[in-house]
């Protein structure tokens, strides 16, 4: 039996490629922080700019099957899940890897 989820934090760095013009993130998303049911994922380096590392965000829990595949936005509102999310800017691609 999986755990009822409370909680979804999503947390990522992203870095532009001055050079090639790019975008690229990398981050974890953590479910029920801070309880004991807690789980995170990696969100590893790749392409993405805006808000595309919260979409992946919740795209890896879908697949993960911790969200409903349908529609996962009706899901969060639904079950009163609270959602966490945040980017930090201008980082260092080192940083980026380090996840």
Known sequence: ??????????RAKEWFDK????SYFAG?????????????FNMPFQYGYGDSYYHKG???LKKANL??????????RDKKIVLRYSIQRNCLKRELKEY
């Open 28 to 40: 974890t998303v953590t479910v029920n922080y801070g309880l004991k049911s807690q789980q995170s």
């Open 58 to 60: 919740l795209e890896l």
């Open 1 to 10: 039996m999986k755990a009822k989820i409370k909680t979804i934090d999503i």
């Open 67 to 76: 969200l409903d595949k349908e529609d996962y936005h009706t899901t969060i």
């Open 19 to 22: 050079v090639n013009g790019n």
